[in-house]
């Protein structure tokens, strides 16, 4: 299928393999828009200064894409196709204009959802897990503290969906890598930390639970 349509429309396997993945199962966000938001972002002091008190660095803001869509910081969502299936968006003003702090990525001329299904953020991390860490992951919660986390060389991972959904698809992601768990200590964090160990211990080399102090 992909063959015949590379032939029709004349364009590369992997071009038409991207084009009939976005039609036919999900859509995927243009690399162009992306990489508008990012250049908006290196433009827009008050989202750089944003960034960096949030303690990301500018190497892993760059490698993520980190970006702003003039309203809010855009958190491209890659699937292991290299392709952008979603776009987490994060309002810094939220508390004071009543709008919600994150949603994900719309579109006018698409009805899906760009939200479904659970993702991990930002999966570059399992790589950087067995090559520069040991073979060490921190699942969290949030973008945000993923992020911090890589900034210090730590490789942490995040759910798009919270720390309530564990899509069992994640768990062959954690084959053979020692995890630590360092879910929120809150209600929801002290409910659900369990889930991901159940589904990945017998899989992991080891499951530990990180308990965050309480402030």
Same mark, same amino acid.
């Given at each position: 299928? $992909? @063959?015949?349509?590379?032939?029709?429309?004349?364009?590369?396997h992997? /071009?038409? #393999?991207s084009?009939l993945?976005?039609?036919? $199962?999900h859509?995927?966000?243009p690399?162009?828009?992306?990489?508008?938001?990012?250049?908006?972002a290196?433009?827009? %002091?008050?989202i750089?200064?944003?960034?960096?008190?949030?303690?990301v660095s500018?190497?892993?803001?760059?490698?993520?894409?980190l *970006?702003?869509? =003039?309203?809010?910081?855009?958190? %491209?969502?890659v699937?292991?196709f290299?392709?952008v299936v979603?776009?987490?968006?994060y309002d810094i003003h939220?508390?004071?204009? =009543?709008?919600?702090?994150?949603?994900?990525?719309r579109?006018?001329?698409?009805?899906?959802?760009? =939200?479904? %299904?659970?993702?991990?953020f930002? +999966?570059?991390?399992?790589?950087m897990?067995?090559?520069k860490?040991?073979g060490?992951?921190?699942?969290?919660?949030g973008?945000?503290?993923a992020?911090?986390? +890589?900034?210090?060389g730590? /490789? /942490?991972?995040?759910?798009?969906h919270g720390? @309530?959904a564990?899509? %069992?698809?994640?768990?062959?992601?954690?084959? *053979?890598?020692?995890?630590?768990?360092?879910?929120?200590?809150?209600?929801?964090g002290?409910?659900?930390w369990?889930?991901?160990l @159940? #589904?990945?211990r017998?899989i992991?080399?080891?499951?530990?639970?990180?308990?965050?102090p309480?402030?």
């Amino acid at each position: 299928i $992909i @063959k015949f349509h590379a032939d029709v429309t004349k364009t590369s396997h992997e /071009a038409a #393999a991207s084009d009939l993945y976005a039609k036919f $199962i999900h859509p995927v966000i243009p690399d162009a828009k992306v990489r508008q938001w990012k250049r908006l972002a290196s433009k827009t %002091p008050e989202i750089l200064a944003y960034i960096k008190s949030r303690m990301v660095s500018d190497e892993v803001a760059d490698l993520v894409n980190l *970006g702003y869509d =003039g309203r809010r910081i855009t958190f %491209p969502i890659v699937d292991k196709f290299d392709q952008v299936v979603n776009t987490k968006k994060y309002d810094i003003h939220a508390k004071k204009n =009543g709008r919600p702090k994150m949603i994900n990525h719309r579109d006018k001329l698409d009805d899906r959802s760009f =939200g479904s %299904p659970a993702r991990l953020f930002p +999966i570059s991390s399992f790589a950087m897990a067995r090559e520069k860490c040991g073979g060490r992951i921190v699942p969290c919660e949030g973008e945000w503290d993923a992020l911090a986390l +890589i900034s210090i060389g730590i /490789a /942490a991972i995040t759910g798009t969906h919270g720390c @309530k959904a564990w899509n %069992p698809e994640f768990n062959e992601d954690f084959r *053979g890598l020692e995890v630590v768990i360092a879910y929120d200590n809150d209600k929801d964090g002290n409910s659900f930390w369990q889930r991901p160990l @159940k #589904a990945i211990r017998s899989i992991a080399k080891a499951v530990y639970r990180l308990k965050i102090p309480s402030t």
